[in-house]
């Protein structure tokens, strides 16, 4: 699947910051990605996108500041300067897009309000899908950044064909610094969807799976719009050097008069089934990018990446009835991709949920903050109210 990222806002930035870098290390050139902000410093801090590919916005309205967690100023500088941020797409060259991710963080003020200005004109103008990967704050990070986020979602989901969700407070670990929380949560966000949107690639050497997973499927399983979360796992294999090792042990042991194991074989072999079975299982059951009721999801993608050697037919179809039914929908759709890797991957999409508590959480919490920010503005009193006269009116 061949991507074309927008990172805006801070946040978005820096996560297509990265899936580049990795584009980069890999060599797989399945990804071209820009940068759009309102605040100078938040682009010259970025390493592997080009300066031509970062794009500074809104410079009459706040000079290159950015707008301060202010996202109806976001959208309103978008708005403004949409016909730049087209033009610099279109350089980018799109005629090979599978489809465009728009990428941001929900709480601040450019990614917030920008990115649900930004999907609506991608839709008006390009036949290719439009996604969106919204980053929601933690409660902790205060209440104006939880309603922006709900704001910004809530227009979201009608602009965009569907909306990936991660949920910061669902991945945050008590105690940690916010520099190093959200490093790390920008690397599981890039390591997820990384292998998500490579799906269907042919990787050198490795050939094609035995049931491909290419980007027609992951568009019509997206196709119903709304939400969805993503499930992930990940199981170390058993190197060739460990099980060479254990089968010269073995023939050691055996040699030397030893009892022969009779369950070596099944142990060298695996049972690779039951293995891609469990690995799914503890991708949907496990930490989802949005938890939610996995029962409400319409429609899911199963996929199962890693050495060709571990995969299997039987075991992918078996993941696949057993999320068919524990999920709303009938529709399942699934496959594997050859990587040359010491790990077996498993991603789970659960698309367009419809029950994620963290969301209505998020509403009421906006809501309470709207009630407030009223009710305050009501109470507003002055030490200047009464008593002496100005100079002018």
């Known amino acids: 699947m061949r991507v074309f990222f927008i990172g805006f806002g801070q946040a978005g930035g820096k996560i297509v910051d990265m899936f580049i870098e990795q584009d980069k290390k890999l060599g797989t050139h399945s990804f071209r ?3 759009v902000n309102t605040a100078r410093t938040d682009l010259m801090g970025l390493q592997n996108i080009e300066m031509k590919d970062r794009i500074l916005i809104g410079q009459t309205m706040v000079k290159g500041h950015g707008v301060g967690t202010d996202n109806v100023t976001g959208a309103r500088v978008t708005a403004e300067e949409i016909d730049s941020i087209i033009s610099a797409i279109d350089m980018r060259g799109t005629h090979d897009v599978d489809a465009f991710v ?17 999907c609506r004109h991608l839709k008006r103008i390009y036949r290719e899908p439009v996604y969106a990967l919204g980053i929601i704050p933690a409660p902790e990070e205060g209440r104006l950044y939880s309603y922006n986020a709900a704001r910004s979602l809530t227009t979201l989901v009608n602009e965009a064909d569907n909306t990936f969700i991660f949920d910061n407070s669902a991945w945050k670990n008590e105690g940690e610094s916010v520099k190093t929380a959200f490093t790390r949560l920008n690397n599981e966000v890039v390591r997820r969807f990384a292998v998500l ?9 490795m050939g094609v799976g ?4 290419d980007s027609s499927e992951i ?23 460990t099980r060479d090792k254990r089968g010269l042990l073995g023939g050691l042991k055996d040699k030397f008069g030893g009892k022969k194991d009779a369950n070596v074989e099944v142990l060298m072999g695996e049972d690779r089934s039951a293995k891609i079975v469990a690995l799914v299982r503890r991708a949907m059951l496990g930490r989802l990018t949005l938890p939610c009721d996995y029962s409400t999801a319409e429609r899911a993608l199963v996929l199962l990446a890693g050495p ?6 039987k075991g992918v179809e078996k993941a696949k009835s057993w999320v068919e039914e524990n999920i709303a929908g009938v529709e399942v759709r699934g496959g594997d991709y050859p990587v040359n890797s010491e790990y077996v991957a498993a991603v789970v ?42 100079l002018f009116e």
């Not at 949107?197 to 050497?205: D, L």
């Open 102 to 118: 728009v990428v941001a963080g929900l709480g601040g003020g450019t990614g917030s309000g920008g990115s649900p200005v930004l």
């Open 349 to 390: 999409m659960l698309a367009t949920v419809g029950n994620a508590p963290r969301i209505k959480e998020l509403l009421d919490i906006a809501k309470e903050t709207k009630e407030d920010v009223i009710k305050s503005k009501e109470k507003k009193t002055s030490m200047f109210e009464e008593g002496i006269d100005p």
């Open 308 to 313: 060709p050697d571990e995969m299997d037919r």
């Open 197 to 205: 949107f490579r799906a269907g690639e042919v990787n050198k050497g």
């Open 210 to 213: 035995e049931m491909v997973v």
């Open 219 to 241: 568009i019509n399983t997206l196709r119903g719009g709304g939400i969805t979360s993503v499930g992930y796992a990940v199981s170390e294999v058993v190197s060739k050097q």
């Open 33 to 35: 990605g820009i940068a």
